[in-house]
């Protein structure tokens, strides 16, 4: 299995939208670490195009993470929203679409990588026997017990453990009015009760950004962590300017639905703070009408309107370069690892 053989036990986060770059997934894997490409957003042609490059910087294995479809939201559920968002910005057309699903799923089928990682829901079982067959490790992104039964019938190989303080959207496999009335897993908590429900390897993800943060996972029982926001300000990543300045600061972060209509933690700011209250379930059809206004902002330079995904622990966030920072987080593990089981555990 692609865990066992890491030399570091860390994953690079599939960020979607800008920051996932083959040049920061290459300086993670030639680090040690296992890093992934991030396929959400883009076309199969693209999507090959940045599987090329990656392979062209390392001979390493690396992953691709693909967004499991959902279904169409009903124009009249959102229709509100956009008319309190166009008194005052220029929209896009909202629409569903499936982000190529099926040509994506069809080229790591013909163009085999290490490991496959899905969000927003599982592969059926017969999609994973096809990636099996290819020689590719199929991971899911679960946030709940139920979540992690459902991926390991499948015949999930790993799961990601997502805790409520990751940065992102949310990789549940529903995104409903209801769940804003139930308190999301933390990380700790939800890695306890995976242990114990499931027997597959867990990778955990969600506001670790220390070494002591990765050992504290790596003790509760995960076989390795996923980072996201610890790479943002890497040169590597492609991190905006506006979203690249917003990170690290001591602003907190929260969860919204505001941009794109299924929640997601980034950097609180006026438009969160604002519309987070009436946002609808409605992906991705909200992500299209606010794509003008997200584009906008960052154009301006203006953190106001822009989204600014970050996990908690983002003001931890370094400015290094990927394979530096990747050295120091596995050095830091070690001696906080070293430092715990050095500590006596007095009896009562």
Known sequence: MIIDALRVPIVLAPMAGGPSTPELTVAVARAGGLGLLAAGYLGAAELAGRIEATRAGTDAPFGVNLFVPGPATAPERFADYLAELGADYELGTPRHDTDDWDAKLDLLLTSPVAVVTFTFGCPTAAQIERLHAVGSEVWVSVTSVAEA?????????????????????????TDRVEDDAVDPLGLLALLQLLTVAVDVPIV???????????????????????????FLRCPEAG????????????????????????RARGVRNRFMAEHSATAPVAYPEIHYATAPLR?????????????LWAGQAHPLTPELPAGELVNTLAADTKTALNTALSRRIRSC
Request: charged letters at 10%; proline letters at 2%; zero cysteines.
């Open 149 to 173: 039964r459902i991926a390991v019938a499948a015949g999930a190989d790993v799961l990601v453990a997502q805790g409520a303080e990751a940065g992102g959207h949310r990789a549940a496999f």
């Open 204 to 230: 955990a993800t969600g506001g670790i950004a220390t070494g002591a943060g990765i050992a504290a996972a790596l003790a509760a029982g995960a076989a390795a962590v996923q980072l996201g926001t610890v």
């Open 239 to 262: 991190t905006n300017p506006v979203h690249r300045a917003a990170v690290g600061t001591a602003d907190p972060t929260m969860l919204t639905r505001a941009f794109t209509g299924r």
């Open 295 to 307: 584009a906008a902002a960052r154009a301006a330079g203006n953190r106001a309107d822009v989204n």
